[in-house]
């Protein structure tokens, strides 16, 4: 199967081995069976027997989702398409020999491997963390550990104020459960968010009653005498009593295989344009993996749901012989804060450089709703990014308008084309095009009436 180029070779019967069933390997998996019908695919996961949608596990604990909700796949897909399901953990790859060693004591061979092993809860060895009722939120099985260490529970403390920090906090407020929340920055996801953004996301942390505690960090987990946890030290050195602890301070690439393979690793698995590590034949993608050579202005570890799918889809191609650079496009990310919806697209640093770019930001009067674009201080006026609150935007519109590098003008002259709100919903247009007015009066944009509407020119 060795070819002049990645990927290349003959379409003779393929033995692919993925590790790792998340979205990037079933991603992965799927699209390969599509370009190779006569390939052999194994998916190789400890986590679950089947595929599991990651993002739905805090709506599982809600009660909105059902155990069964969690697979996006029924059990008869895998079969149907010729997937094969492996419930083991790889402990070793054998480069030499193509081989992959399994906890059962079994062995796979390959003759193209991709390893999608995701990631593991970063901590920072607190004393305590190994405590009963101290855990963070990834997989399944942490889910399943909540649901059993929360029941009865009257105080939590979560530490870390990220995506997860907040489901964490809205889970345990579901449930009747009081929340304190640790955060080391002066306002809530500050290392991302602008403080405009930040103060509307507290406002709903305000509203569900979930206390904050900010420029405050973990120092230490005390426990009872039967081994669960009873408080947390803060670095303030203030005690605060809970009978669970979600440590919610991020991810780290799940790296145990590859170290234990002689794949060579920095923070993550490094890989090439291909996705292909250092070894041949064998990828990574997702989570785990790191660019060697990431493009400008682009991180080297993409830990995103769309980019461990297109990094999936992107090896799928190379292994069946048809070789694809991975090429990740405008950044995305969306999320919800108790009620409120949030939507980001290209570059919006938490503070941006006035030298380089303009950030115009409109806000609902009420507090219920923002919109920030920010674009460049050049001739171009080019938009590179946007975040909104309370509005639903539509993710192709703003995936062209930044691959073009629009500017700004035209985009708020067509705003209304990236609305996805309803119909009857109400429609913020004019208030933003009259704000940006007011804040850049040298790049003037005229509304004009339409059937009844406003729309832009």
């Given amino acids: 199967m060795q070819g002049g180029r ?28 599509r370009l190779r019908p006569d390939a052999h695919i194994t998916l190789v996961s400890d986590e679950s027997p089947y595929h599991i949608s990651r993002p739905a596990l805090m709506y599982a604990y809600l009660g909105h989702l059902r155990a069964q909700d969690l697979k996006p796949y029924a059990d008869w897909f895998w ?19 193509r081989q992959v060693e399994l906890s059962t004591g079994a062995v796979l061979s390959y003759d193209k491997l991709v390893v999608a092993a995701g990631s593991v809860s970063r901590f920072a060895a607190w004393p305590g963390q190994d405590l009963e009722g101290v855990q963070g ?17 009257q105080q939590a403390v979560v530490v870390g104020g990220g995506l997860i920090g907040i489901e964490l906090a809205e889970m345990l407020h579901s ?10 920055d002066e306002h809530y996801w500050g290392s991302v968010l602008p403080p405009q953004e930040a103060a509307l996301v507290q406002g709903q942390l305000d509203a569900h009653h979930i206390r904050v505690q900010y420029s405050t960090e973990l120092t230490g987990i005390l426990g009872d005498t039967q081994g669960r946890v009873r408080a947390v030290v803060a670095s303030d050195e203030q005690e605060i009593p809970c009978q669970w602890v979600g440590l919610a301070t991020g991810v780290t690439p799940n790296l145990a295989l590859a170290q234990a393979s002689g794949l060579e690793t920095d923070r ?6 291909y996705l292909q590590t250092s070894q041949p034949h064998i990828y990574a993608a997702g989570d785990c993996a790191q660019h060697r050579e990431p493009v400008a202005n682009e991180v080297a570890i993409e830990q995103l749901w769309y980019t461990g799918r ?19 496009g405008p950044w995305f990310n969306s999320a919800k804060f108790f009620q409120l919806e949030y939507q980001t697209y290209g570059r919006v640093p938490a503070r941006a450089l006035p030298t380089q770019e303009h950030s115009f930001c409109w806000q609902h009067p009420a507090g219920t709703a923002l919109l920030r674009i920010n674009f460049r201080a050049d001739s171009t006026l080019a938009v590179t990014g946007m975040n909104a609150l309370g509005l639903r935007q539509r993710h192709d519109t703003w995936d062209q308008w930044l691959r073009a590098a629009t500017p700004v003008t035209e985009v708020l002259a067509a705003l209304g084309a990236a609305n996805f709100d309803p119909e009857f919903f109400r429609q913020h247009e004019p208030a933003i095009v009259q704000e940006f007015n007011r804040q850049f009066p040298q790049y003037p944009v005229a509304l004009r009436r339409r059937k009844g509407l406003f729309s832009f020119m």
């Fill in 6 to 33: 990645p990927g290349g070779g003959s379409h003779s019967l393929m033995q692919l081995v993925i590790i790792g069933n998340g979205i990037t390997g079933v991603s992965c998996a799927i699209t390969a069976r």
């Fill in 175 to 184: 449930r009747g459960v009081s929340v304190t929340m640790l955060v080391r």
């Fill in 268 to 273: 993550g698995i490094l890989v090439d344009r």
């Fill in 310 to 328: 297109n990094q999936g889809e992107t090896i799928a191609h190379t292994v069946c012989g048809e070789p694809k650079p991975y090429q990740r």
């Fill in 137 to 153: 939120l990834y997989s399944l099985p942490d889910l399943e550990r909540m649901h059993r260490n929360t029941h009865g529970v």
């Fill in 79 to 97: 079969a149907e398409n010729a997937l094969e399901l492996v419930h083991a953990t790889a402990m070793r790859i054998a480069p030499a020999q």
